[in-house]
């Protein structure tokens, strides 16, 4: 017949048998008392050798200089248990990555006696967590790598596009201007003839203006790139004027009505890049107003700590939700009533986050629409 164990004796056993795990305990000053023999194939110290000696012998050195030792007992004693990964010394000095647990014993009559201390080795988990991050990392250059091509060769592009592009667009426009003299030279400019010549000029305004806003992308990413800001905003409303007077009003439309309220007069921002975001909004309201009642735009600054917020708000024609999800797209145009590229809002986006600021809009149709721009630079 197999003998009758206690409870305490299987516990024994269980314990010294475990070989993957250091298991130990001290008493209440941290004096080790057991030492089971998955503590001496991790640590590196025979039963005979480490009982009697403080646990804290276990921690690096620098550890042991900052009394973390003493600091582990007396948080685990106060909230129950201490759990953390760290690293922990072996007889021989080397050290391991580890995860610890130590809790505090306690007799029957609630007196406290001592720890517990379990040690687990987590180095070959850490290894490979490391190569994981070497290699996202790697992944991760890479990428940036291939992006910083793709940016190059995408300004190319544009650069070639834009300046090979220029010269036959000019040639049109004078052959245009050329045919229409030479038809009203010979009266014989009719008014279809006239039409068709003053569309065909419409058409190459727009290319020349699709143009133009594609070299203002190249040069708005070359700028994100080398960080420049010139000069920035000392006064946000002589921004506005400036803005207002260059402003032509379409002459189909009414003229809008504008109420400002900068409460927030100054800007550690690019001041050409945040008259670029106000007139691209300012000038959107106004262009897509409805015709079914007056035109009225709120414009104002406030302090949102960490943001300055510029809201232009209107009552114009608004947005569904599906032409909200696309409003920021390049080359996305919802009215075909207005000019436009649909190229504007998309540059106020870019511009925005690349300083860190981020653009929200709200809008209804039929009702009008508000964009939230904040920015992180507050002087």
């Given at each position: 017949m197999n003998p009758i164990h206690?409870?305490?004796s299987i516990n024994s056993f269980f314990v010294n048998q475990v070989k993957d795990y250091a298991i130990f305990a001290t008493d209440t000053e941290g004096i080790i008392n057991a030492w089971n023999?998955?503590?001496?194939?991790?640590?590196?110290?025979?039963?005979?050798?480490?009982?009697g000696q403080y646990y804290g012998i276990l921690h690096p050195d620098p550890y042991q200089q900052a009394g973390l030792p003493q600091r582990e007992l007396?948080?685990?004693?106060?909230?129950?248990?201490?759990?953390?990964?760290?690293?922990?010394?072996?007889?021989?000095?080397s050290l391991f990555w580890a995860s610890v647990t130590l809790t505090p014993i306690f007799s029957e009559d609630g007196k406290h006696i001592g720890y517990t201390k379990i040690t687990g080795d987590l180095t070959k988990q850490r290894e490979l967590q490391e190569k994981l991050a070497d290699r996202q990392q790697d992944a991760l250059e890479?990428?940036?790598?291939?992006?910083?091509?793709?940016?190059?060769?995408?300004d190319n592009f544009i650069y070639t596009a834009s300046h090979d592009l220029r010269s036959p667009i000019t040639n049109i426009e004078a052959l245009v201007d050329y045919l229409e003299e030479r038809l009203k030279e010979e009266n014989?400019?009719?008014?279809?003839?006239?039409?068709?010549?003053?569309?065909?000029?419409?058409s190459v305004n727009r290319f020349k203006h699709t143009i133009e806003d594609l070299s203002d992308i190249s040069r708005l990413q070359k700028t994100s790139l080398e960080g420049e800001v010139t000069e920035v905003v000392t006064n946000i409303q002589e921004v506005y004027d400036d803005i207002m007077a260059d402003l032509d009003y379409p002459t189909k439309q009414k003229i809008c009505f504008i109420q400002t309220d900068f409460q927030v007069h100054q800007l550690n921002f690019s001041k050409k890049n945040f008259r670029s975001i106000l007139y691209n909004l300012i000038s959107?309201?106004?262009k897509y107003q409805s015709p079914e009642r007056?035109?009225?735009?709120?414009?104002?600054?406030?302090?949102?700590?960490?943001?300055?917020?510029?809201?232009?708000?209107?009552?114009?024609?608004?947005?569904n939700d599906r032409q909200q999800g696309q409003l920021f797209a390049m080359f996305r145009r919802f009215h075909d009533h207005v000019e436009g590229t649909g190229i504007g809002l998309y540059m106020v986006k870019r511009i925005v986050e690349n300083a860190g600021g981020k653009i929200e809009v709200?809008?209804?149709?039929?009702?009008?629409?508000?964009l939230k721009v904040y920015l992180k630079s507050a002087m």
């Open positions: 206690s409870a305490e023999l998955g503590a001496e194939r991790l640590k590196g110290y025979t039963e005979e050798e480490i009982i007396e948080l685990a004693l106060k909230q129950g248990s201490y759990e953390s990964e760290d690293w922990r010394k072996r007889k021989d000095g890479h990428k940036n790598q291939e992006l910083e091509r793709t940016n190059h060769d995408l014989s400019l009719s008014p279809e003839s006239e039409e068709v010549l003053k569309r065909i000029m419409d959107n309201s106004i007056d035109c009225i735009i709120a414009v104002h600054t406030r302090l949102e700590e960490p943001y300055v917020v510029l809201s232009v708000e209107d009552n114009g024609l608004g947005m709200k809008s209804k149709e039929g009702e009008g629409t508000e």
